[in-house]
């Protein structure tokens, strides 16, 4: 280690690490270290009631288990050569809003669409793009809304963002709407894309000469609005506020997203529906890691998956379910291989994002000793170790998960008998072993496994210097006065070894050195005392 140990403070957080050893003549125990775990740092709701059975499905990516059909029309949006139709569309906006899952389900909404178009089949006719763009908002508010030209926003509630709930009950908000919108438009030839600002959403149509026109889908009104400086001076506040939303500002709307029409339906996997007061777990994770796959590059969406991971890691080892958490952090591996060798800060430019990522790369790390892969997990720990100080939060959790992989890897190297191995290990343990109980552990289980190895040779001058360099770590925990009394003990069995062989001098000068250098070395001194009397 680079430094000499220090401790917390006496009275914080004293690490209690298992039954004392009995020290006797010609004899030491092993440490028996209790498990030790962290308090997860999400909070659970129904991880508990979630069947895993059906999960990391071979031939698909996810952890969670999708239908063919899903699995089908992810597949079908992942692939570039392939170009996703209107009904496409809708079936992925059906998908994201969590409760739509085959191709039955999925039937009644393509025919309400079908529908649409033979009642106001008049609109496909309109040649100019503007005016068909017109009559699509008009007649989707008419259609499905139920829009009331005296109550405007009847149907609208801030919540909404399911399109399968619209199409049920016309109740809706920009999210939902946008994704109706943008259905219909693709069903008419439209060139559209969704556009995101930090509160609100809503459509832009490219017309054939180039001119891009925003169409604001929670107004049957709203196609070509204009939102320039003057509505953000005097028409914003009063706009906003009437549909519950933070009001923003021009420079918020300069910092727009445009992006695809799927790109829309991914970015409602993770909107107002999908809270958990709202929306079982399972589904959740479920479309959480969907939008994370398909929108890779996106840094919220990689946060939002990386969360519900280490939430399923977390809740798989309290079960002591180490097989499903090998299966899960096999099947998301090529994920947290991406920020392999690269500080996770630099990765996301929320730094909330960091803790998901370093705490998965710490299980991950632990699952590579585990796994056999033990040089890449020891380099993957420290790794990680070294960015403890750059997570904005939880801290001590991604140290103590960082060095739980170490502790395994020290325990697997005791347990193969390379002592020699496990010290080169921890002589390269960066700084802030002590704020660890695992890695206090996994230093005392080496240190007795040590002493014990010397203990059966009798080599007591080795075995002695092993607790005496234990001691010098000043690690301040209940296992320490077991260390003094095996010290006590080997001087004492060093010293019986020399007085049986007839060099009573040298058993005397160990005795005297015990006495100095262990604290309350009674038994020392009584032993001393004896010698120096029939010596």
């Not at 008419?142 to 509630?157: C, I, K, M, T, V």
């Not at 910092?255 to 999908?274: C, D, N």
């Not at 920020?339 to 790369?361: C, E, G, K, Y």
């Not at 056999?372 to 998960?401: F, K, Y």
Request: proline share 3%; aromatic share 8%.
């Amino acid at each position: 280690m680079k430094n000499k140990l220090r401790s917390p403070a006496s009275g914080n957080r004293p690490s209690r690490l298992g039954t004392r050893l009995l020290a006797c003549l010609f004899f030491c125990s092993l440490v028996q270290a209790q498990s030790v775990e962290p308090l997860s740092v999400f909070r659970v709701s129904d991880e508990t009631s979630l069947d895993r059975a059906t999960f990391a499905a071979p031939g698909q990516s996810t952890w969670t288990h999708l239908t063919n059909f899903e699995h089908d029309l992810i597949q079908r949006f992942e692939n570039p050569a392939t170009s996703p139709e209107s009904n496409d569309l809708l079936a992925l906006y059906l998908i994201a809003s969590g409760d739509v899952r085959d191709a039955e389900q999925v039937q009644p909404f393509q025919t309400q669409i079908a529908q649409f178009f033979e009642q106001h089949a008049d609109v496909l006719r309109i040649r100019d793009e503007h005016e068909r763009g017109t009559q699509l908002l008009r007649r989707m508010h008419r259609h499905f809304l139920h829009a009331d030209e005296r109550s405007p926003l009847a149907g609208y509630n801030a919540d909404q963002s399911q399109l399968s709930e619209l199409l049920r009950s016309g109740v809706y908000n920009c999210i939902s709407s946008a994704l109706l919108y943008l259905v219909l438009a693709e069903h008419a030839g439209l060139d559209s894309a969704g556009v995101i600002m930090p509160s609100h959403a809503y459509v832009q149509i490219t017309l054939a000469d180039g001119r891009v026109v925003e169409v604001e889908t929670t107004a049957a009104n709203g196609f070509d609005v204009v939102r320039d400086e003057a509505f953000f001076a005097r028409q914003a506040s009063d706009w906003f506020v009437s549909r519950g939303l933070a009001v923003p500002s021009f420079a918020d709307y300069e910092k727009r997203r445009v992006i695809s029409a799927a790109g829309l339906g991914y970015e409602s996997m993770w909107s107002q529906h999908t809270t958990d007061m709202r929306m079982p777990y399972a589904d959740r994770m479920r479309l959480a890691e969907i939008r994370g796959v398909m929108q890779s590059a996106q840094a919220d969406a990689q946060h939002n998956r990386l969360v519900y991971y280490f939430r399923e890691a977390d809740y798989l080892r309290k079960q002591n379910d180490l097989n499903a958490v090998d299966q899960l952090l096999n099947r998301i591996a090529p994920v947290l291989a991406t920020f392999d060798n690269r500080p996770v800060h630099t990765l996301f430019s929320d730094p909330i994002s960091t803790v998901p990522a370093l705490l998965l790369q710490a299980e991950r790390a632990d699952w590579l000793i585990r796994g056999g892969q033990a040089e890449q997990g020891q380099q993957l720990a420290l790794h990680v170790l070294s960015q403890v100080d750059t997570a904005p939060m939880n801290n001590q959790l991604i140290r103590d998960l960082g060095w739980r992989a170490l502790g395994t890897h020290i325990g697997n190297l005791i347990a193969a008998g390379t002592l020699s191995d496990a010290r080169t290990v921890i002589n390269g343990f960066p700084d802030g072993c002590a704020l660890s109980a695992f890695c206090i552990n996994a230093l005392e289980q080496f240190y007795i496994s040590q002493g014990q190895q010397f203990w059966a040779q009798r080599n007591w001058p080795r075995a002695i210097s092993v607790y005496e360099e234990y001691l010098a770590l000043d690690i301040q925990t209940d296992n320490r006065s077991v260390f003094v009394t095996n010290l006590q003990t080997a001087y004492m069995n060093q010293a019986e070894q020399f007085w049986f062989d007839e060099e009573r001098d040298e058993a005397v000068a160990i005795l005297e050195v015990c006495v100095i250098k262990v604290v309350s070395a009674e038994r020392c001194q009584a032993r001393l005392q004896a010698a120096r009397q029939s010596r």
